[in-house]
């Protein structure tokens, strides 16, 4: 009875003393300056469905695809597969460790004793080796901690890694509808100044034109003619973009004839008060760097006091012919107390490293939320800036358009200049592509807005 007690008192020690854990621990950051970060990261309702709004079925295909097929997404999933069973491993040290194992050995002359000369011995040895580390300044813990936090990034990472990739998708598939609208503009235009140049060489034939008129003329078609080329490279681009990230080879791609680039049938809204940090991964990442950088101080500070840990054994002994009894029954237990009296300069330097290297990942984290709140301000200022400049170019290419129409009616009536027509079509070719550019422009800054929130942007 008295046994069991001082067993009793002494695991009551060790658990008391294994509760106890050296070095910071750790409090998420409530503010950073004036930007209050009190809401845990949570991926966004929304973010694996936002861009159904835009009705665009191949753009549905192509994200769907993407989330299914792409590498680098598939290489995210897998880190986080990794990182947990890392945590897991980590976790595994509070607890006590052992093998089973079987051996034989043989020995000729085992001492130095004239006596044993020729002797050969022979043995078996069956049984458990266990051993275990009394955490008793949380070394283990800390580092289950620092495992735990690095897992949690790696999994927000993926997270992000989504956010990324249908933002890449729909970027791209944006530039691919943008360039294939200015190839169709830069085309209908090409049709209108040969129209144009028809009627100008007709009139030259007639000598009421002059070899001037169709040279200007002449000069706007080969101009359009050497646009051509460019917007089908960027078609190419985009395409290739696009199948990269699919994985696919390029050209495998069906993504039709019709140039139309996708927009909102609704506006988005920011929701007063609302604390869209929480949906950025970034910055959720680098929250969780920090508390990993912050348990690993508690790992090297422990390392200042002794680490005790014990080793032993249950099994059978036997010599030469392999017996399992009573007999042969044969225990041990070594309990262990180290040290690293000795070496504590390299002990408090690694503690100072730990420090830094929180202090690091503290600047590093708030940065993130600096850099956050200013991307998301910018991406919502640059769209309804472009929306602005969008609606005023349309306004401008439809005045445009009636100017080449009143110009060519009166050119072909003889009462109108031929200058007049050339700018009149000039201005026309530049309006309209300049409006598929700022088209293609507002879908890309849209498709921002919703990277910058995290896919937390509502739409009203």
């Not at 295909?61 to 986080?80: D, F, K, P």
């Not at 140049?197 to 200007?216: D, H, N, P, T």
């Not at 769209?383 to 110009?407: F, G, H, K, P």
């Amino acid at each position: 009875m008295r046994n069991i007690l001082k067993l009793s008192a002494i695991a009551v020690l060790v658990a008391s003393l294994s509760a106890c854990a050296v070095g910071p621990d750790y409090h998420t950051p409530a503010k950073v300056a004036d930007i209050s970060f009190t809401s845990p990261y949570q991926q966004a309702e929304q973010v694996q469905s936002w861009w159904q709004a835009f009705d665009d079925a191949v753009l549905n295909q192509l994200i769907s695809t993407a989330l299914v097929e792409n590498r680098t997404l598939a290489q995210a999933r897998a880190n986080v597969d990794r990182a947990y069973a890392v945590f897991r491993d980590a976790n595994n040290d509070f607890l006590p460790k052992g093998t089973l194992d079987a051996g034989y050995q043989a020995s000729e002359n085992p001492t130095l004793s004239p006596d044993d000369n020729g002797v050969i011995t022979r043995g078996y040895s069956t049984g458990a080796n266990l051993s275990w580390d009394l955490d008793l300044f949380g070394k283990l813990r800390r580092a289950s901690e620092a495992a735990e936090a690095q897992a949690q990034q790696a999994d927000i990472l993926w997270h992000d890694a989504q956010v990324q990739l249908i933002s890449q998708v729909a970027t791209s598939y944006g530039e691919y509808r943008g360039a294939q609208l200015r190839l169709v503009v830069a085309e209908q235009n090409l049709q209108n100044l040969q129209q144009s140049r028809a009627i100008v060489l007709a009139r030259l034939e007639a000598g009421m034109a002059s070899e001037l008129e169709l040279a200007q003329i002449d000069v706007q078609v080969h101009q359009v003619h050497a646009a051509i080329p460019t917007y089908r490279v960027a078609r190419l681009t985009a395409d290739a973009t696009l199948s990269a990230l699919l994985g696919q080879r390029p050209g495998q791609l069906k993504l039709g004839s019709v140039p139309n680039l996708p927009e909102l049938k609704q506006p988005v809204a920011v929701v007063e008060g609302e604390n869209y940090l929480r949906y950025r991964a970034d910055v959720a990442s680098s929250e969780r760097l920090l508390a990993a950088r912050t348990a690993q101080i508690g790992v090297a500070t422990a390392d200042l006091y002794p680490n005790i840990s014990v080793r032993g054994f249950l099994g059978f002994l036997s010599g030469p012919g392999l017996t399992l009894g009573s007999d042969t029954q044969s225990w041990s237990v070594a309990p262990t107390l180290s040290w690293q009296a000795a070496d504590l300069g390299s002990v408090k330097a690694r503690i100072r490293q730990a420090q830094a290297s929180s202090q690091m990942a503290l600047a590093q984290f708030e940065q993130q939320v600096f850099d956050a709140i200013n991307e998301m301000q910018l991406s919502l200022g640059s769209y309804n800036l472009s929306r602005e400049q969008q609606l005023s170019t349309e306004q401008q290419w439809q005045a445009s358009n009636r100017a080449v129409q009143i110009a060519r009616e009166r050119y072909n009536a003889g009462t109108g200049e031929f200058l007049d027509l050339l700018d009149a079509e000039r201005e026309l070719l530049r309006a309209r592509d300049q409006l598929a550019q700022i088209q293609q422009q507002s879908f890309i800054r849209l498709v921002g807005i919703y990277r910058s929130f995290g896919g937390g942007i509502q739409l009203i």
